[in-house]
């Protein structure tokens, strides 16, 4: 490339003796360092619209005690022009009254639909409003570790505030509030702090990946989201029943990739599995003999390739069903069983 050419490529940069490489490598820099800004402001003008401030009025718990600070806030995102917004079941734990207010500061009363502590979702209704901004929700099941995560929320209060990261790890287990273990969340360093709960996690396209729902404390760039697929399952029973009921197998999961000679010793069709991170003493899974360290791959005859394909399947009408189950144990044993779920907790 000769000056004339460089100058014309890269305005700006050195041409001088001994500039050009030197003049190059910063002018790819800011071009690099442009793209990523511009789809972080294209990303956040598109979403930014759609995320509330969600304040909470609160009564007892439910010891019937009273709570010093009677008031909590998070955050939220609309999900339908109708004014449906989803945010995290901890926030809205013992409210009395709710309100929901956008960043061109009006502000609405809002009914609390259901909550599922579960999954520590939460859907709530708008009571009133016109012309409200939908974020669009993407597909959890597509995300890459290292991939563009941006978190939109109201730490501390502060409206809209924006943090940008990647995905750190996919499938994680962690544990709620109520001591629930949540399963299959994503990890993520865009740094959240108290008041991002609930708020979203959205890609590089502006597409909602994720729910924030929690950091661990005194750790740096360890943040959690509930998967976007998740929230929509949650979402729709919520819609439909106001709750979840889900049956109980007494098991805590984890997605994990099943070793390549392991799928083609035993012909399997899938490439994942759910690792069996812990048994419930008593619990149908102990009933049926599950020890932790199992990797579980069917399920009432349906492949198991994830936490979520478990939680999907374990609706009402399975509860009290004897269903088959295949999992592998040491990588080396191939074992089926049945086990019946049993009564989850709603």
């Given at each position: 490339?000769?000056?004339?050419?460089?100058?014309?490529?890269?305005?700006?940069?050195?041409?001088?003796?001994?500039?050009?490489?030197?003049?190059?490598?910063?002018?790819i820099d800011e071009r690099l360092l442009d793209s990523y800004s511009h789809t972080i402001v294209?990303?956040?003008?598109?979403?930014?619209?759609?995320?509330?401030?969600?304040?909470?009025?609160?009564?007892?718990?439910?010891?019937?005690?009273?709570?010093?600070?009677?008031?909590?806030?998070?955050?939220?995102?609309?999900?339908?022009?109708?004014?449906?917004?989803?945010?995290?079941?901890?926030?809205?734990?013992?409210?009395?009254?709710?309100?929901?207010?956008?960043?061109?500061?009006?502000?609405?009363?809002?009914?609390?639909?259901?909550?599922?502590?579960?999954?520590?979702?939460?859907?709530?209704r708008v009571l009133s409003g016109s012309n409200l901004t939908v974020a669009n929700l993407g597909?959890?099941?597509?995300?890459?570790?290292?991939?563009?995560?941006?978190?939109?929320?109201?730490?501390?209060?502060?409206?809209?505030?924006?943090?940008?990261?990647?995905?750190?790890?996919?499938?994680?287990?962690?544990?709620?509030?109520?001591?629930?273990?949540?399963?299959?969340?994503?990890?993520?360093?865009?740094?959240?702090?108290?008041?991002?709960?609930?708020?979203?996690?959205?890609?590089?396209?502006?597409?909602?990946?994720?729910?924030?729902?929690?950091?661990?404390?005194?750790?740096?760039?360890?943040?959690?989201?509930?998967?976007?697929?998740?929230?929509?399952?949650?979402?729709?029973?919520?819609?439909?029943?106001?709750?979840?009921?889900?049956?109980?197998?007494?098991?805590?999961?984890?997605?994990?990739?099943?070793?390549?000679?392991?799928?083609?010793?035993?012909?399997?069709?899938?490439?994942?599995?759910?690792?069996?991170?812990?048994?419930?003493?008593?619990?149908?899974?102990d009933n049926a003999g599950l020890k932790e360290g199992d990797v579980i791959i069917s399920l009432?005859?349906?492949?198991?390739?994830?936490?979520?394909?478990?939680?999907?399947?374990?609706?009402?009408?399975?509860?009290?069903?004897?269903?088959?189950?295949?999992?592998?144990?040491?990588?080396?044993?191939?074992?089926?069983?049945?086990?019946?779920?049993?009564?989850?907790?709603?």
């Amino acid at each position: 490339m000769d000056e004339r050419e460089f100058e014309i490529a890269f305005p700006g940069a050195s041409t001088g003796p001994g500039g050009n490489e030197t003049g190059l490598a910063l002018a790819i820099d800011e071009r690099l360092l442009d793209s990523y800004s511009h789809t972080i402001v294209d990303v956040v003008k598109g979403v930014g619209p759609s995320v509330v401030h969600v304040h909470v009025k609160q009564g007892a718990d439910g010891r019937g005690r009273s709570r010093q600070n009677n008031e909590a806030s998070g955050s939220g995102v609309i999900i339908t022009p109708d004014g449906y917004v989803v945010t995290n079941s901890h926030v809205v734990e013992n409210a009395t009254g709710i309100n929901v207010s956008l960043p061109d500061g009006s502000s609405f009363q809002a009914d609390l639909i259901g909550q599922d502590k579960a999954t520590d979702l939460a859907l709530l209704r708008v009571l009133s409003g016109s012309n409200l901004t939908v974020a669009n929700l993407g597909d959890s099941d597509r995300l890459q570790v290292g991939q563009i995560a941006i978190a939109i929320g109201n730490p501390y209060g502060f409206q809209n505030t924006v943090t940008a990261g990647i995905i750190s790890a996919l499938g994680r287990s962690l544990r709620s509030r109520s001591g629930r273990l949540i399963e299959n969340v994503i990890q993520t360093d865009a740094a959240l702090n108290p008041g991002n709960s609930g708020g979203p996690l959205v890609d590089s396209n502006g597409l909602v990946i994720g729910i924030n729902t929690a950091i661990i404390q005194y750790a740096q760039g360890i943040c959690f989201a509930i998967p976007v697929n998740t929230m929509r399952w949650v979402v729709t029973l919520l819609l439909r029943d106001g709750k979840v009921t889900r049956g109980f197998l007494g098991i805590g999961g984890q997605t994990v990739p099943l070793p390549a000679r392991v799928i083609r010793f035993f012909g399997l069709p899938h490439e994942t599995g759910v690792y069996v991170v812990n048994v419930v003493n008593g619990s149908p899974a102990d009933n049926a003999g599950l020890k932790e360290g199992d990797v579980i791959i069917s399920l009432d005859g349906q492949t198991i390739t994830d936490v979520d394909a478990i939680h999907k399947l374990l609706g009402a009408d399975k509860i009290g069903k004897k269903l088959g189950i295949v999992l592998l144990r040491g990588w080396v044993q191939k074992l089926e069983t049945d086990i019946t779920p049993g009564r989850g907790l709603d």
